[in-house]
């Protein structure tokens, strides 16, 4: 990604006379796109370092699954404006003991991961239903899935 973000506002930088305004905003955005996921990367790598070490604690509180998916949805708006992900709730309005940091990790994680193994205009779609007195949180794609190994 980094490279991309350089080679992107280099041309900005060195030839914005040359492009014009649609241009200009193509390169900008993916620019963008590239750092937000620089970002993540970064992020996901400093939890995964304080996991191994046990040195993230885990804040569990009561939560509303509702509540959960809310904050999801705001932060897909944010980070993902140009993809489709649809979220897919049969009205769970059952109250979850969890970490909400890390859960909200985890999908945007997960979700990530999807686009990243999909096709441009695939839909990505988070399920969320009860099973047995349990959450379950289902992330669809059209990828490629993971081998069986």
Do not use: W
């Amino acid at each position: 990604p980094l490279t991309s973000i350089i080679g992107n506002l280099d041309v900005v930088k060195y030839h914005n006379d040359g492009l014009d305004k649609n241009e200009r905003a193509q390169l900008l955005t993916a620019s963008y796109e590239e750092a937000q996921y620089l970002y993540t990367l970064v992020t996901n790598i400093l939890s995964l370092t304080k996991l191994e070490r046990s040195d993230i604690q885990i804040k569990r509180t009561s939560y509303l699954v509702e509540e959960l998916l809310e904050e999801f949805e705001d932060g897909l708006v944010r980070r993902h404006q140009n993809h489709k992900v649809t979220i897919e709730d049969n009205g769970t309005f059952a109250l979850v003991y969890i970490d909400s940091k890390l859960m909200l990790q985890v999908l945007f994680n997960l979700v990530e991961n999807a686009l990243k193994h999909s096709e441009s205009h695939s839909v990505i779609t988070l399920r969320v239903h009860e099973q047995d007195s349990k959450i379950l949180f289902e992330i669809i794609d059209n990828g490629k899935g993971i081998p069986k190994e």
